[in-house]
């Protein structure tokens, strides 16, 4: 089978290098002149930075995305985290701030922050809720109705601002306890040697040694569709026929891709209301190490910091000799996009509060929101891989499996996509 593929990003890598494996004729069209998309590096003065995720994979060794670089023969490797994370919580559990210190506790034991009355209600809630699953809520009204304090909302929300940059409003809670329940089925985070760029390159050399080309500097300006089914894509105004089209660049802009085809208006209504999320990341160069572990450090009483974290702990190789790389996270809510450069500020000071007299230089500061965000689809409302045309599927972080983190939910989409393609 001859297949298109629209984007070099982490999706279209994964899918391209199993669908090369399995003897198929891949072309992968990326239209910048470096494939990886929000999944590689950057070099900055010796210290690896990335174009997008903070060199972690949420699932460690054990997970979706694991699974799959083993299943095509990828020459990655991605090493567990230890501790998973830790919260960093006031030494008093009843301040509202880390002004009368503080301390770093287990991320399982973040209901001892709760009153003695809500941990005797998790202690039920967690038993009940894994026969009956709640629906209908966002996670944040789940605990409001269940655990009204603000320590567990200000958890939550760290949780997921980190996890998904969102808010826990905005987190169906379907969502949510599906990514709980797969943490503890695939185990919690893992860092991959060479950062996000040791997976990028080990996908691409599968491509190429099983035929596959990557197409750089080559934007797709139009999907062909013959009688309702992708028949191929233009490129530089040249036409690349294909039995099989996947995009890697959300559904909105896959349908926008169907120029001349009469696409399911439903569809194209119902993708255009899809919202991306948005994020701020702050890179670190430490001449100490900031943190001392590989796990994320979530930090739900800061303004705007949602987690740090210093992967130089597992691959020293992302900083130059003696440095640390350290880089932490913010999610920007819609309604703050408009306000970056506060947004900004207020992560900067978060930042100097918890790492006073350390030593260190702040190396970038990237937004991300619109074309290239955290996410493209926001987690909980993905459509899906299938498209109203046959044999065009989208792949990628704007069509994500269910309660798949980040990349976890991006190898879950690829695993469900090349299992319907078959
Ligand atoms: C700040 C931040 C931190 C993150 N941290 C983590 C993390 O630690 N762990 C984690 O699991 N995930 C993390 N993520 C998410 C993760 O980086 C993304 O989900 C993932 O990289 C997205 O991959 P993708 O293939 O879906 O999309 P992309 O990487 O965006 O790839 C799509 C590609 O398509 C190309 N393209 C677009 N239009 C066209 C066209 N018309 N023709 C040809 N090419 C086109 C683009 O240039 C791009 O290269 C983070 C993201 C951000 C932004």
Redesign the pocket.
């Given at each position: 089978m001859k297949v298109a593929i629209?984007?070099?990003?982490?999706?279209?890598?994964?899918t391209g290098a199993s669908l090369a494996k399995d003897g198929h004729e891949v072309d992968i069209?990326?239209?910048?002149p470096?494939?990886?998309?929000?999944?590689t590096n950057i070099d900055c003065k010796g210290f690896q930075l990335?174009?997008?995720?903070?060199?972690?994979?949420?699932h460690g060794p054990g997970g979706p995305?694991a699974s799959l670089l083993r299943d095509v023969g990828a020459d990655a490797e991605i090493v567990r985290c230890n501790p998973m994370a830790v919260i960093r919580v006031p030494k008093n559990r009843k301040e509202k701030d880390y002004n009368g210190g503080f301390k770093d506790i287990p991320f399982n034991q973040f209901g001892t922050q709760f009153s003695l009355w809500h941990r005797i209600k998790l202690f039920f809630l967690l038993a009940s809720t894994k026969k009956n699953p709640p629906t209908g809520v966002s996670f944040e009204e789940w605990i409001n109705h269940n655990l009204n304090e603000n320590n567990a909302r200000k958890i939550a929300d760290s949780f997921c601002g980190w996890a998904l940059?969102l808010r826990s409003k905005d987190v169906p809670v379907e969502e949510a306890f599906s990514i709980v329940r797969n943490l503890y089925k695939y185990g919690g985070t893992g860092v991959p040697i060479g950062g996000?760029k040791g997976i990028s390159d080990a996908l691409a050399d599968v491509i190429n040694q099983n035929g596959g080309h990557i197409h750089l500097k080559?934007?797709?300006?139009e999907i062909l569709v013959e009688d309702g089914a992708a028949s191929g894509v233009i490129?530089g105004g040249k036409e690349y026929p294909a039995d099989l089209v996947i995009s890697?660049?959300?559904h909105p802009?896959t349908a926008s891709?169907c120029k001349n085809s009469d696409i399911d208006a439903e569809y194209t209504r119902n993708v255009e209301d899809i919202k991306a999320s948005a994020?701020?990341?702050i890179c670190l160069g430490a001449n100490e190490p900031l943190i001392g572990h590989s796990g994320v450090l979530l930090t739900p009483l800061c303004r705007r910091i949602n987690g740090i974290?210093e992967v130089t702990n597992i691959d020293p190789e992302l900083a130059p000799p003696g440095k640390h790389l350290v880089?932490a996270?913010q999610a920007v809510t819609w309604d703050r996009i408009g306000n970056l450069e506060e947004e900004i500020e207020m992560g900067l000071k978060d930042l100097e509060e918890l790492f006073a007299g350390k030593d260190y230089e702040v190396l970038l500061v990237?937004s991300?929101h619109n074309?290239?965000?955290?996410?493209?689809a926001a987690s909980g409302s993905d459509p899906g891989n299938k498209t109203p045309v046959e044999n065009l599927y989208v792949?990628?972080?704007?069509a994500?499996g269910e309660g798949g983190?980040?990349?976890?939910?991006?190898a879950l989409g690829v695993m469900n996509t090349l299992s319907l393609i078959q």
């Open positions: 629209i984007g070099a990003g982490l999706g279209g890598l994964l069209f990326e239209r910048l470096v494939y990886g998309g929000r999944f990335s174009t997008g995720a903070l060199h972690m994979v949420p995305l940059s996000c080559s934007e797709v300006e490129v890697d660049i959300g802009q891709l994020g701020v990341k974290n880089m996270h990237q991300y074309g290239w965000p955290v996410n493209r792949v990628g972080d704007g994500k983190i980040e990349i976890e939910g991006i």
